[in-house]
């Protein structure tokens, strides 16, 4: 059988396992004894093996088979989780990995066998520790009594507010098909009214249908029992329903059994309901977070998003003609027209944007693996990963980050000795944020280490060639910093893997600016240096001013200006040949757009220039144009292939009229 | 099969300095009229500019100023040629274009045998049809593009 057609699936979802696995894994290595994570991991080692080997993959199957021993013997207790079971459940994770990449790229996951560490699961399965069980057990009727006691909590804060907590019991029909759909509906029918905190079984083994014809919930509720009743009453295939009031009736009873009298009899089944609660708490946080999702070919999406680009072109185009012949009862209808394109052009981009937290999430384990390798102690702190970035970005901003993390780490935190002598907190802290600001997404990297060292750089640029003595002597220490971007720049004094082979930052800025985005530095001495990286929201349409230069049209992108204004053609100075002016109380250097372009038959002479201030990061330009005609949403076209690289021109556009405006890449002219 | 032999010998013939040329039917998408062309700073010289092609932008290249012939002003006759090579669309200029014409293999004189007078080796053969030589080009050279 040809399973080619669904290699496609195999990989997505197994990535997706593989990724979710690794967040729990992180989690578990910081709260062993929690159930619930190893459940979660559990169930996806699980679901991989089923996949592995509906596919034919044997090793992943294999694998994954061992783990689930190992990790069902965490379960019971015979093993004891220590950070030598979560290494080798990491490097189990790792060798996974590996083979679904191997899948990825050649369509099989590769010969090389994992026996190695079959072996190590299976010697750590037989070495389970004997008197382990008593420990455990007890252990057990903590956990238990802690989680009744959430319960037990849950109850007495209803009850002080004068809420009213029911046991429901429900047995379905037998005749009933559809077991868990049954449930589901009772379920949903109650969650209207009421909140459902406790369930036997749990709520995701009643979504298996993993019960018979019988499930008690334990709700939270304003409504009276009868109203209750009533509500499920209508609901059919229901053999009996049972509403007990626990705080007037048996509640107390309940009580009893939890203070360890009736232990023995009721513990299997609170234990497991208990660890299952856990579990069904995790999956409802789970399930609010990724709601509802179709997975649709990028592709596709790109397709469609060529068609609402049209469509705009279009809008403007009736826009002009509009301008030109100004017909009754068409103004309204353009407008509208308008509003529908723009909220389509936003319901396509939005569509396109991925949470930035499926790139923020390998970074926990590179972090752990980093900071293992140097020695040093790092906390990695994440804020903002539910910030929307392009699809597009996502799949190009992973390199650039990983390679300013993995500077922080090496270059950034000092070491052990170093910080304890300046009073530093010995743990070292990476911030790792994004935000949306405006047009744009800002990522930041910061780090609390010793800072940029400037002279340091001064020097290293001096070593390499990069700058001489004088001009050293000459510079502004922003301008030393950016050396830093400056390939073949290296200030590491010991070459590691990690970084220091010199192309890093180098390779970031080339990325970055290459998506439309800027990088910049923030950096004080002992305190620590922050990477700002400034990337658009949306790549393909944008906003831009129209200008005439000459009898040519040219798009500057609205992100890049600061500013417009008009400048006496007597207030320009010449510095060196290049001309600047005194604007704001600042210089800003003056450049004419028509001789950066070579646009033929400019008049030159004016008494007054309209002048279009650009921004890179800190620094300004003043662009001198002709005309300005205005503000347009332009949809952004490549110049192609053999086209690429003209300097000063980032891509086209099409204007209403069908003519074809260039956009001007004002980040060139720096 | 004799489908795509016969369209291998197939040429688009175009007229550049009252010569007739050559390119494989293959590499041709559409011939268009000449619209609004877009100039493009800083690019090389023989590129006239950009056009816009039913919602796409094309760049179009001045094929006179390629082979460094003199320059001269459109005409109604002039149209652009728009060609997919390499996957990449790209429109050339020239005087006219008209016909299609079948040439087969062994009418094509190799230019290895002949002088070749033309400084870059974008002449892949001369090919006679009836009484007209026409110069089979290599549009691939011609562009300078290195095939990926």
Known sequence: MDMNQYLDIFMEESREHLQSMNDILMKLENAPQDMSFLNEIFRIAHTLKGMSGTMGFNNIASLTHEMENVLDSIRSGSINVDSKVIDLLFECFDKLEKYVNNVEQHNSEGNEGSDELIDKLKSLNNTKVKNRDLVEELKDNHMEIEINQYVDHAINKATEKGLNVYLVKIHLDPKCMLKSARAYIVINTLEKNCEIIHSTPSIEDIEDEKFEFYFQLILISKQEKEVIHKELASISELESIECIDLINESYSVKRETNNNDNLQEKEDTEKIANTLLDKKEETISKKSKTGKTVRVDIDRLDNLMNLVSELIIIKTRLEDIEDSEKKQGMNETTEHLERITTSLHDAVMKVRMVPIERVFNRFPRMVRDVSRELNKEISLILSGEDTEVDRSVIDEIGDPLIHLIRNSIDHGIEDLETRVQNNKDKKGTVKLAAYPDGNSVVIEVEDDGGGIDIEKVKHKAIEKGVITIKQSEMMEENEVIQLLFHSGFSTAQKVSDISGRGVGLDVVKTKIESLGGTVEVITEKCKGSRFVIRLPLTLAIIQALLVNVGSEKYAIPLNNIKEITTIATNSIRKVQKNEVVLFRNSTLPILRLAKLLNVPNVEDENDEYTVVIVKKGEKDIGLVVDDLIGQQEIVIKSLGKFLSNIKGIAGATILGNGSVALIVDTNSFF | ?148
């Not at chain 2, 700073?41 to 056009?51: C, D, K």
């Not at chain 2, 728009?82 to 004189?109: C, H, K, R």
């Open chain 2, 1 to 148: 099969m004799s489908n795509d032999t016969s369209a291998l010998n197939q040429y688009v013939i175009f007229k550049l300095q009252e010569e007739h040329y050559g390119i494989s039917i293959k590499d041709v998408e559409t011939i268009e009229k000449v619209s609004e062309i877009t100039r493009l700073p800083n690019s090389p010289s023989y590129v006239q500019g950009v056009i816009n092609l039913r919602g796409e932008v094309v760049p179009v290249i001045d094929l006179r100023k390629r082979f460094e012939m003199e320059i001269k002003e459109n005409t109604e006759e002039t149209r652009i040629i728009i060609l997919n090579i390499e996957e990449m669309i790209i429109g050339i200029v020239v005087d006219s274009s008209s016909e299609v014409l079948t040439i087969p293999v062994d009418t094509i004189d190799n230019t290895f045998d002949l002088v070749n007078t033309l400084e870059d080796d974008y002449v892949k053969g001369i090919g006679k049809v009836e009484d007209r030589m026409i110069i089979i080009l290599d549009m691939l050279k011609a562009l300078n593009i290195t095939a990926s």
